[in-house]
């Protein structure tokens, strides 16, 4: 995630580049930076941090060109700093990108173009695109970007400045998102439609390998053979505060409905068909995993709760004994570390402070500590033998959703991994895996085309004071999810408990109308969850289920039921859990609640 702006008009281009990436901070902040033609040649300025720190560099070196680029940084390859930040030029700085996305070949054609003679400054992807439209550049900058863009795999929304063609932006998106403004005499290009709404209200919504030249006599659309596309202006409605949510109610759910493409960017390049995994920011030898006789993961939250499913999931398929605690009780119970530990901490942050400490109680131990985090340069990040990132994109709302289902796929990662070292399942059960792995982004927005069951049961049980998840096996650890971020966000006190521990207490509880959530998506523990449904339904419970499809023949016990797609039951989780992340949205739509900031909470916990 970043947001890239673009600007050719009248105006001078410097503020209104600026305006726009104050819109389009919310897709990360960890730099800033423009690019204007101005006395004929391209002047940059980029700095880290926010783009408050940029504003106050221009204030000092006012840009005056009319024509630009910009660009607000999520890092992903190469650290948070001002080398690593956009726009990046070629050697001679006549050629300027910004660029969101990932160039997933960018070290096969970093290789290429260094034997080619182009020269590196920074650690990021991006920098192979101006060095490769450099090397196509022949007199036409169209040409040049269309035949970069063939080189290219991976996602992309570019913007392009050429010195030599000093009225012309090129831009072209793949898998990320652009849209271009038509103004009176300007032209914009923007990741989202906020940075635009303050000059125009027209704009293109472009498709995959759209290009667009930008230029003072307008905007052409173009695809890569040149033939001018006729597309539709799409007239803005909204106001911007409601598209800066991409035209959702809340973050909340605008990132529910990134599930999709949060799994599959966090699978990138990982997973791939047929080849072995290959995890270049984990660098554990075979003979090191060897050595080790046990596994700690440790975090807080919900980042527990992924760790709850990466026990299972490890243990299962890594032959390893793992054992997952919470990070502030880890570091207060003295735990057995030693230089045969290894330690998996889990942060979408990075920054927790109670997580930072178990990582750091590890080290001095001499363990070995691999990092599950959504922060590229977070604390955890730095500190951590190995990291293994989530590209869940920046998460806002405080309830945690996309980086949750992201951690999960990270610990299938880690698991499958581990399990293809130690070769301690088999070959085609690996393979049985990683295909679904891949399937799973598909079946999530399955899901989540199925809401109107959800908000029907929002509407029923809002009014209520306590529920009850229910799940075993790796359901239990969704129950614990679901539980969690129905309380976090409507309030309303709820409790999870493995199925067949619920008669040994916390059945005294279920009266009349008691509303339980049944999750039976676990096919060896079917009948038993069953027979758990029972139980309480027979002292009244109003029982909602959650199953996977073909397994209908829980409609007999339950009152309502929603069925999954059917996966692999070890992947179930990534699935199970949208509903209850659905439900507990709705609940607190209902009873009106602050859903993307709710009470007494924060979204880094920096506190012990
Ligand atoms: C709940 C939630 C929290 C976090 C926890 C850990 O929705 O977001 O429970 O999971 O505070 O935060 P990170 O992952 O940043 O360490």
């Keep these: 995630m970043c947001g890239i702006v673009g600007y050719l008009g009248p105006r001078k281009a410097s503020p209104v580049l600026l305006e726009g990436l104050s819109k389009l901070e919310y897709r990360g902040y960890d730099s800033a930076g423009i690019a204007v033609i101005e006395d004929g040649k391209i002047k940059v300025e980029k700095c880290k941090g926010r783009l408050a720190n940029l504003q106050e560099k221009l204030k000092k070196n006012e840009f005056t060109g009319s024509i630009g680029i910009g660009h607000t940084r999520w890092a992903t390859h190469g650290e948070p700093s001002n080398k690593n930040s956009h726009p990046h030029t070629n050697e001679s700085g006549t050629i300027a990108v910004v660029h969101n996305g990932i160039i997933e070949n960018y070290i096969v054609l970093r290789d290429w173009l260094t034997s080619e003679g182009y020269k590196f400054v920074s650690d990021t992807d991006t920098e192979v695109i101006p060095h490769l439209v450099d090397y196509y550049y022949k007199g036409d900058l169209l040409d040049a970007v269309i035949k970069a863009t063939k080189k290219m795999e991976g996602s992309y929304a570019i913007g392009v400045l050429l010195k030599n063609e000093p009225d012309k932006i090129v831009a072209v998106r793949k898998d990320s998102p652009l849209i271009v403004g038509v103004g009176e005499n300007e032209s914009f290009i923007a990741s989202d439609i906020p940075a635009v709404l303050n000059y125009t209200r027209d704009v293109y919504l472009l498709d995959d390998n759209e290009y667009v030249v930008m230029s003072g006599e307008g905007v052409t659309l173009v695809d890569e053979n040149k033939n001018v596309i006729d597309k539709e202006i799409f007239h803005v409605t909204w106001d911007a505060d409601a598209a800066e949510k991409g035209g959702y109610d809340h973050f909340m759910l605008k990132e529910i409905h990134e599930q999709p493409k949060a799994i599959k960017d966090t699978l990138t390049s990982r997973i791939v068909k047929g080849e072995k995994i290959k995890l270049d920011s984990i660098t554990l030898t075979k003979e090191q995993l060897q050595d080790v006789d046990r596994i700690y993961i440790v975090a807080c939250g919900t980042a527990y709760h992924a760790g709850v499913i990466g026990k299972s999931v490890i243990e299962k398929l890594a032959k390893v004994p793992v054992e997952v605690d919470i990070a502030s009780e880890f570091r207060y119970r003295d735990p057995l570390i030693t230089e045969k530990t290894l330690m998996i901490v889990i942060s979408q942050s990075g920054e927790t402070a109670d997580t930072l400490a178990a990582l750091r109680l590890a080290k001095?131990?001499?363990?070995?500590?691999?990092?599950?985090?959504?922060?590229?340069?977070?604390?955890?990040?730095?500190?951590?033998?190995?990291?293994?990132?989530?590209?869940?994109?920046?998460?806002?709302?405080?309830?945690?959703?996309?980086?949750?289902?992201?951690?999960?796929?990270?610990?299938?990662?880690?698991?499958?991994?581990?399990?293809?070292?130690?070769?301690?399942?088999?070959?085609?059960?690996?393979?049985?895996?990683?295909?679904?792995?891949?399937?799973?982004?598909?079946?999530?927005?399955?899901?989540?085309?199925?809401?109107?069951?959800?908000?029907?049961?929002?509407?029923?049980?809002?009014?209520?004071?306590?529920?009850?998840?229910?799940?075993?096996?790796?359901?239990?650890?969704?129950?614990?999810?679901?539980?969690?971020?129905?309380?976090e966000i409507s309030y309303i006190h709820s409790e999870s408990y493995a199925g067949g521990e619920l008669k040994h207490g916390p059945i005294a509880l279920i009266e009349d109308g008691t509303v339980v959530i049944a999750l039976a998506t676990?096919?060896?523990?079917?009948?038993?969850?069953?027979?758990?449904?029972?139980?309480?339904?027979?002292?009244?419970?109003?029982?909602?289920?959650?199953?996977?499809?073909?397994?209908?023949?829980?409609?007999?016990?339950?009152?309502?039921?929603?069925?999954?797609?059917?996966?692999?039951?070890?992947?179930?989780?990534?699935?199970?859990?949208?509903?209850?992340?659905?439900?507990?949205?709705?609940?607190?739509?209902?009873?009106?609640?602050?859903?993307?900031?709710?009470?007494?909470?924060?979204?880094?916990?920096?506190v012990e």
Aim: aromatic share 8%; hydrophobic share 45%; proline share 3%.
């Design 522 to 606: 676990q096919e060896d523990l079917f009948e038993k969850m069953v027979s758990n449904v029972k139980e309480v339904k027979t002292r009244g419970a109003y029982v909602f289920g959650i199953a996977m499809e073909e397994h209908d023949y829980i409609e007999k016990t339950v009152d309502e039921v929603i069925y999954i797609p059917r996966v692999m039951p070890i992947l179930a989780p990534v699935l199970s859990v949208i509903p209850l992340q659905l439900l507990s949205y709705y609940v607190s739509i209902k009873k009106g609640c602050d859903v993307d900031k709710p009470r007494n909470l924060a979204k880094s916990v920096t």
């Design 364 to 487: 001095k131990e001499n363990a070995r500590v691999i990092a599950v985090t959504n922060v590229v340069g977070s604390s955890v990040s730095r500190e951590a033998d190995d990291v293994l990132y989530t590209w869940a994109g920046p998460e806002i709302a405080v309830a945690s959703t996309k980086a949750y289902v992201t951690q999960l796929i990270a610990m299938y990662i880690i698991a499958l991994y581990l399990a293809e070292m130690k070769q301690s399942v088999r070959e085609s059960e690996i393979k049985k895996i990683k295909d679904g792995l891949l399937n799973l982004s598909e079946r999530a927005a399955e899901v989540l085309n199925n809401k109107e069951i959800i908000k029907k049961l929002a509407d029923k049980i809002y009014e209520e004071k306590d529920m009850f998840f229910l799940g075993r096996g790796l359901d239990y650890a969704v129950a614990m999810e679901g539980s969690l971020k129905l309380k």
